[in-house]
């Protein structure tokens, strides 16, 4: 059988017998002190840059325009991020205008974000300092007659003061700690992006340049051919010219032609002549 939740029945007992009905706990970053209240601010920020970078992300290495309207550009602004990075990023085509302008304030924002984490970190170890000052002044006294048997006790709560500060130091580096890893994972997903673009980039100017290459190859070819065809005509015309000089030629009257014929005539008749004497 599945457990009841007994709570609404139990919080009107409560009220019947004049005490507070129980409430759940609900956190609120406001009531913590001037530490916390600085580290969840700076988380909310590095939150906030953090789904920026990655609904920019597709649009920022497109090289199409988006087939969906660009409807969302006028939509408000919830925070300042969003003012700087835009509102929604996803199926968008950024110009290089826009890249460039979203690289100018994730590296701000960078910058701003990872000077919080560090200003923090400096007032934390300035206060800590100071509480164990104070801790020292406080207990730091001894004598004798009366005040020996409280010089125990004294160093007790001296011991758990410190003890105490130790625990609380421990617990704030560790949100530091915790801050630190969160915008260094943030700074590497925009590396990551800045450097696929830059590769793109690259690999478009190599095949601009391939491309070149191979359009000055194909117009040498293409001179180089047209030579050829022009030469092509050329001798198709020399023949041309040629053939009919050699026609002409034959058949135009030949004097050598006329004297060979003459002295076989002569030849054959000194030799019949011969004959018949």
């Known amino acids: 059988m599945p457990a009841l939740d007994l709570t609404p029945a139990f919080d009107e007992l409560l009220v019947k017998g004049d005490s507070k009905p129980t409430r759940k706990h609900v956190f609120n970053a406001a009531h913590t002190n001037g530490f916390l209240k600085e580290a ?3 988380s909310t920020h590095i939150s906030t840059l953090s789904k920026q970078l990655g609904d920019v992300r597709q649009a920022y290495l497109s090289s199409a325009p988006s087939r969906r309207s660009h409807a969302s550009h006028t939509k408000s602004h919830k925070s300042q991020l969003d003012h700087q990075l835009g509102s ?11 890249r460039d302008d979203i ?16 200003g923090l970190a400096e007032a934390e170890t300035l206060h800590q ?5 104070l801790i020292r002044k406080k207990h730091g006294f001894g004598g004798g007659g009366r005040l020996a048997g409280l010089l125990a006790s004294k160093s007790y709560e001296q011991a758990a003061a410190e003890d105490a500060q130790r625990q609380m ?18 700074g590497q997903h925009y590396e990551s992006t800045l450097g696929k673009v830059r590769s793109a980039e690259q690999s478009l100017v190599e095949i601009a ?24 005509f050329n001798t198709a ?9 050699l026609k002409k030629a034959l058949d135009r009257p030949s004097t050598a032609r006329y004297t060979f014929f003459v002295a076989c005539s002569l030849s054959l008749f000194v030799v019949v002549w011969d004959f018949l004497i």
Do not use: P
């Open 169 to 186: 130091a421990a617990h704030h580096e560790s949100v530091l700690w915790f801050l630190r890893q969160r915008l260094q994972a943030c």
């Open 209 to 232: 340049e391939l491309q070149t290459m191979l359009v000055s190859n194909l117009e040498m070819q293409s001179a180089h051919v047209d030579q050829m065809v022009q030469d092509s």
């Open 103 to 118: 690289d100018a304030n994730a590296k701000r924002l960078l910058r701003d974000l990872n000077a919080s984490i560090k």
């Open 237 to 245: 015309d020399n023949v041309a010219k040629g053939n009919q000089e």
């Open 129 to 133: 300092e100071t509480q164990q000052i």
């Open 40 to 42: 969840y601010r700076i």
């Open 88 to 98: 929604d990023g996803r199926d968008l085509f950024l110009s290089d205008a826009q």
